[in-house]
């Protein structure tokens, strides 16, 4: 986080709910269009120019657009900064007060985290991981749709972890709960900060073939409406965006 005060001329993503504000030209404001007095919160910087979230009211002059339907418009990696400011201000705003002693927090300097000034509790921004996982088998790739979010995509079987659970266990968790697969050896894939399910979510993304050539999956029934093994050469068209960790995952096993 910078020292140095907000420039006229610098970045700012504005953010109301789970919407950031746009110009009419399809751009953010610069700090100079703004009005005086707010809150801001260093993000980085984009070619040399630096980048401020602070929070809005959707009342606001601007038009209000989600993080998906900006993420796909605007490319890295000023997708990520936007969806970096939507969670740092969605977290600023839900922890206001000290959970402990009530008092208000404030603010620690150079850090996203906040500090009780009565009971000295110290709160940083936590992350929430998560896994997803590209399952094949031999020349077939699982996807399944979701009983929540955009149910009529084709996607991974992902989850969040549990307590004192390892990214791989969670893994071989997730896709014995939902699907009833066991997995064979798990390869890393990457990651991604994802600004969709709330502050601090980070996905880390695997991939494995299925134990049992022959398995076929049965779903959960809560989390899951269907699961079905894709020969590699005719997926679905209703695949996840292609800003998704999730599409890098889907289109790597194609490509592999």
């Known amino acids: 986080m910078a020292d140095a005060p907000p420039a006229p001329d610098d970045t700012c993503l504005v953010v109301a709910g789970r919407k950031l504000m746009c110009t009419p030209e399809g751009g953010f404001p610069r700090v100079r269009d703004l009005p005086g007095g707010l809150d801001y919160v260093a993000l980085g910087t984009l070619d040399g120019v630096a980048v401020w979230a602070v929070a809005g009211e959707r009342g606001d002059t601007g ?3 989600s993080w998906p339907a900006l993420a796909g418009d605007l490319g890295e990696p000023l997708a990520s900064l936007a969806g970096r400011a939507l969670q740092v ?6 922890h206001r007060y000290c959970g402990a002693c009530t008092a208000r927090l404030d ?6 985290a906040r500090r009780c000034p009565d009971c000295e509790l110290y709160v940083p921004m936590q992350l929430s991981p998560a896994v997803l996982v590209a399952i094949r088998r031999g ?3 699982l996807l ?3 009983s929540y979010g955009p149910t009529e995509l084709w996607a991974l079987v992902a989850g969040f972890l549990e307590a004192g659970e390892s990214l791989e266990q969670a893994v071989r968790r997730e896709v014995r709960e939902e699907v009833g697969l066991e997995l064979g050896e798990l390869t890393y894939f990457g990651s991604q900060p994802w600004a ?9 993304g695997f991939t494995a073939e299925c134990a049992d050539p022959r398995a076929e ?3 959960d029934g809560r989390e899951l409406t269907q699961a079905r093994w894709f020969a590699l050469d005719a997926l679905p068209a209703e695949l996840p ?7 890098w995952l889907i289109d790597a096993t194609v490509k592999h």
């Open 63 to 65: 038009e209000w657009r």
């Open 107 to 112: 603010d620690v300097p150079g850090e996203h």
């Open 89 to 94: 201000i969605t977290w600023r705003h839900a």
């Open 217 to 219: 999956p049965v779903i």
């Open 196 to 204: 969709m399910s709330g502050p601090g979510v980070v996905l880390a």
């Open 139 to 141: 020349d077939e790739l």
């Open 144 to 146: 399944v749709r979701h």
């Open 241 to 247: 965006p292609a800003y998704s960790i999730s599409r």
